[in-house]
């Protein structure tokens, strides 16, 4: 399989954060890596390589070299997307005849794109066990929903502009009357336990659209979840790609949370990644000193995807610092720092990409829009290091399926990679030795 293929299956068979973390898990296991347990106590050899998770939702995954752990280079990325969650009483009934789900909206997602496709359900479930519970990811797995739009005969103005109401407009049609209380009864089905043994759940909704490549070329991919899944799939290329590094640690972080601010116990403002550094320290068994040394020279990629120039709104974007499907990894400049860029991290990455003959562009917001923010600046106050923002164009980000470059792929997993294999030691404020 190409990259294009390997991403399309991890995206389908990751509908949420949950289940795209525990395929970078398996993966991690796969190539060699050892699982650890942030209640457990580390022991950590050079060598050898280790992940850990938090929440299910979130993992970093670290190689301690063989020779100094005398520096981090981290790419983080983000493992949600924009979905709906259903609520702890899922069922609504419209007037005796229809059986309704009963969701909110999970982050900030374009509304339309979600009605009149197949939807379905998965998450994660806690399932009563003899001393406790346990979690168990789920998936329906079948086209099971659907939010019907209202018909144009209704609405004749609807294609002037709507305003939606996430309470009355987007509740998925469930069944008929006879699926009342068929939902907890279909959850535990699904999760092969009784009904009574699920003591609580993490369930969202996705479109059950297969990722496909399109374009007069093949150029394009169009698939749900690209915002984020396709950085978190190109770190985690990379990492393994670049094996175990000689010296410095390599590290690949995916959090949770992104969409919806990032501020849980799992997401990138926590101290989910200063603990998982602090504890390498200490296991390793080197001072306070030798870890400020290599936070000092460390540098993270935070990727996450970029807007394209939109074919029909190529007024949305500014005119010179615009990016395109397929012509390399975009760099995120914000002057207020919402993006983490500056002069020192974007000459590392510059110098980096030109040495390996990676394509790049540069991205900045038209300066009368605001744009969204991402992990990056939010990890940095937490775990003060040299950062970029970097990402893939894409059209349509949020959408229930967005459009991305085919070719950018490689050009991601290739720039990660030279990252994850490069080093970096810091001279005075402001001067750096590449080697
Ligand atoms: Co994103």
């Not at 990894?329 to 983490?340: D, G, L, M």
Request: glycine share 8%.
């Amino acid at each position: 399989m190409n990259n294009v293929s390997e991403l399309l299956t991890f995206i389908e068979n990751s509908p949420t954060a949950f289940h795209a973390v525990a395929n970078i898990c398996s993966e991690l296991e796969a190539s060699g890596r050892k699982r650890l347990s942030e209640g457990e106590a580390w022991k950590l050899e050079a060598g050898q390589g280790y992940f850990v998770t938090r929440n299910m939702s979130s993992v970093i995954a670290f190689d301690i070299p063989d020779g100094e752990a005398d520096s981090f280079r981290m790419v983080a990325a983000h493992s949600d997307s924009p979905t709906f969650k259903i609520k702890e009483n899922a069922e609504l009934a419209v007037r005796g005849k229809y059986t309704q789900l009963n969701v909110e909206k999970y982050g900030g997602m374009l509304f339309s794109a979600w009605f009149d496709r197949p939807l379905s359900i998965a998450g994660r479930v806690l399932v009563r066990t003899e001393r406790g519970m346990e979690a168990r990811l789920i998936d329906v797995g079948r086209d099971l929903l659907v939010i019907p739009n209202v018909a144009i005969h209704m609405n004749r103005e609807v294609n002037d502009g709507f305003k939606y109401n996430a309470q009355t407009d987007l509740m998925p049609l469930f069944g008929d009357e006879t699926a009342k209380d068929g939902f907890k009864k279909l959850i535990a089905e699904t999760a092969g336990v009784a009904e009574e043994d699920i003591l609580g759940t993490d369930l969202f909704l996705y479109p059950r659209v297969k990722g496909t490549v399109i374009g007069h070329e093949g150029e394009y991919i169009l698939s749900p979840r690209l915002d984020d899944l396709e950085c978190a799939w190109s770190g985690l290329r990379a990492f393994l790609a670049a094996d175990k590094p000689a010296r410095g640690v390599n590290m690949l972080c995916v959090f949770d949370n992104e969409e919806v601010g990032s501020g849980t116990k799992q997401g990138a403002d926590s101290t989910f990644l200063y603990d998982v550094m602090q504890r390498i320290f200490i296991a390793i068994g080197r001072s306070a000193e030798d870890a400020y040394r290599a936070a000092a020279n460390s540098f993270m990629l935070s990727a996450d995807n970029a807007h394209a120039v939109h074919p029909n709104h190529p007024e949305k974007t500014d005119a010179e610092n615009c990016v395109f499907m397929n012509d390399g990894i975009v760099i995120k400049f914000n002057a207020n720092q919402r993006y983490t860029t500056d002069g020192v991290s974007a000459a590392f990455f510059h110098r980096l990409l030109k040495d390996n003959e990676i394509p790049f562009q540069h991205f900045a917001n038209r300066s009368d829009i605001a744009g969204g923010g991402t992990l990056g600046n939010i990890s940095g106050s937490h775990v003060s290091i040299n950062t970029l923002d970097i990402g893939l164009a894409q059209l349509a980000m949020h959408s229930a399926v967005e459009t991305a470059g085919a070719k950018d792929l490689d050009h991601m997993v290739r720039g990660m990679t030279a990252f994850y294999t490069s080093g970096v030691e810091t001279g005075r404020d402001g001067e750096f030795f590449l080697g």
